[in-house]
């Protein structure tokens, strides 16, 4: 089992930045693809980024590209998502979710470990 914590959320105003991170215990990440989704008020969760375990290439949701950028420390057991120049439609509750998969997936269904949540909220 994979614990994960996420933390960082917070309120920014629009063209800010915040950083969250996510803390995982009862396994190693080191074997783990990481991602990070977000689901707004009244939407289905969405698919912000991934990296798979090895580190390397990246992957983001067409509406963070350039924007966003997630990172991992598997020393530390940490995921980050970096995140710039923030819009009020980032606005949502910010999921950290690691798999055991060979493919990094981009679909809520590929991962199967979560963390509770972190909101984020950015004001126009």
């Known amino acids: 089992q994979v614990q994960l914590v996420e933390s960082g959320g917070g309120l920014a105003q629009a063209g800010g930045s915040l950083r969250l991170s996510c803390a995982a215990s009862?396994?190693?990440?080191?074997?783990?693809?990481m991602g990070w989704f977000r689901q707004g008020p009244g939407k289905e969760r969405e698919f912000v980024a991934a990296?798979?375990?090895?580190?390397?290439?990246?992957y983001y949701g067409d509406a963070v590209k350039g924007r966003f950028t997630i990172s991992r420390d598997n020393a530390k057991n940490m995921a980050y998502l970096q995140m710039n120049n923030l819009k009020p439609e980032d606005t949502a509750v910010y999921y950290c979710?690691?798999?055991?998969?060979?493919?990094?997936?981009?679909?809520?269904?590929?991962?199967?470990?979560w963390g509770q949540g972190t909101q984020v909220t950015v004001s126009s």
């Open positions: 979710a690691a798999d055991s998969s060979a493919v990094t997936g981009r679909r809520p269904n590929d991962y199967d470990y």
């Open positions: 009862g396994r190693t990440l080191s074997r783990l693809n």
């Open positions: 990296i798979p375990w090895l580190g390397g290439r990246t």
